[in-house]
């Protein structure tokens, strides 16, 4: 086999380590036995730490750009309900629970925002974009449901279950463009490149939030986490119980569109949600007060 073979074949084995340290030790190896020179194993080791980077330390801004844009295709596909007595009480009471989630803070804020649809959905983009249908809205009797109903999905946010639906062939590509040195500037193909992965990217996240759903073990790991906040943040987590029954009852579930195309089984997240309440002791009271407010804001 020729060397350059065997190069392109540790290289692309080397990109997809999910280690970087390993990576490193293997370029010393090649470089000992001559495969490969100094400036092959400087070039091979700098896209594996990157491509290793890409996956696990997003910055917060390159995530925020990113799921900007996974807004943006979710915003092509369903219409905005224009009601902005509405809006802002859905983003008062979400911005509650983040202020008690894992990631209270984080770059551009968090949006929270009512698609005009009898769906019985909701999104979480990366980069604290959310969305929830009016469909969904109905299934909630107080603003404690829709309180768990946000929380749930911030859940989604705080574990970047968004991001780790991207390929790692995508950010592999672009990194490959990115850091080779050879040239200052990009030429059409190396930006085509880029320009696809980036694409490639945003598909891979719609295809999971709207396609395919999140899986079972996400799902239950963002009902955790949105029992959770809602619980710190004085809600009775009751609301999510309730909300699934409701769900669990709803004539939507004949059908499997939305909701019931992409997340388990109602009654099976209804289980776990009680046995988490139970091993917790979450409790919370209904305040009148807040019961009002839905009403009024959501009629």
Known sequence: MKRGTITAILLAALLISAC???????????????VIDKSQKDSIDKVAKA????????TEEQEYYLGRSVAARILASYQVYKNDKLTTYVNM?????????DRPEIYGGYHFLVLDSQEINAFACPGGFVFITRGLLS???????????????????????????IKKSRLTDAFGVLLRESSKHYNKEELT?????????????????VVKGY??????????????????????????EECLQAMAASSQKSSGAGFFKTHPAPQDRLDKVNQEIASKGYSGRVETVRTKRFKKAVG
């Open 93 to 101: 009471v979400g911005t509650a629970v983040t202020f008690t989630s």
């Open 51 to 58: 491509v290793e980077y890409s996956f696990q330390d997003l």
């Open 215 to 240: 899986s079972r073990k996400q799902e239950y790991e963002a009902d955790r986490l949105g029992l959770k906040y809602a619980h710190a943040a004085g809600y009775a987590v009751s609301g999510m």
């Open 193 to 209: 490149k880029l320009t696809g992965a980036f694409d490639g990217a945003l598909g891979d996240i719609m295809n999971q939030l």
């Open 20 to 34: 970087a340290t390993v990576s490193k030790m293997g370029t010393t190896i090649l470089e000992n036995e001559g």
């Open 139 to 165: 299934t909630c009797a107080d603003e404690e449901a829709l309180a768990c109903v946000l929380a749930h999905e911030v859940g989604h946010i705080c574990a970047k279950h968004g991001l780790k639906a």
